[in-house]
């Protein structure tokens, strides 16, 4: 099992098209033997400290196997879409870890 932490930074006016992304994005997870563990918004009083910027949106996904996760990534469907991710995100840091 891997684990896939990803801080989303979204373009100040583009929440909606990020929003069709993820409405195409995260569905197509599960057919990659992978879930999403946690889908967070955090707003302004969530955050007690912080070094970085304030993500727009925090995601945890599990994949089974790292193949699982690399096969998601090149879903064609997805792919289609990709240019709604180049419109409305700024940046994002993605981590990957595992259970100990």
Request: proline share 3%; hydrophobic share 40%.
């Amino acid at each position: 099992m891997i684990f896939i932490t990803q801080l989303v930074y979204v373009i100040k006016g583009q929440e909606d098209v990020f929003d069709e992304f993820e409405n195409i994005a995260i569905p197509a997870i599960l057919k990659y033997n992978g879930r999403i563990l946690l889908r967070v918004r955090p707003g302004e009083s969530a955050f007690i400290e912080h070094h970085i910027d304030k993500p727009y949106e925090i995601h945890l996904v599990e994949f089974e196997t790292e193949q699982d996760f690399e096969n998601f990534k090149q879903d064609e469907e997805r792919k289609k879409f990709l240019h709604l991710k180049d419109q409305s995100i700024k940046t994002s840091v993605l981590i990957q870890g595992s259970k100990l």
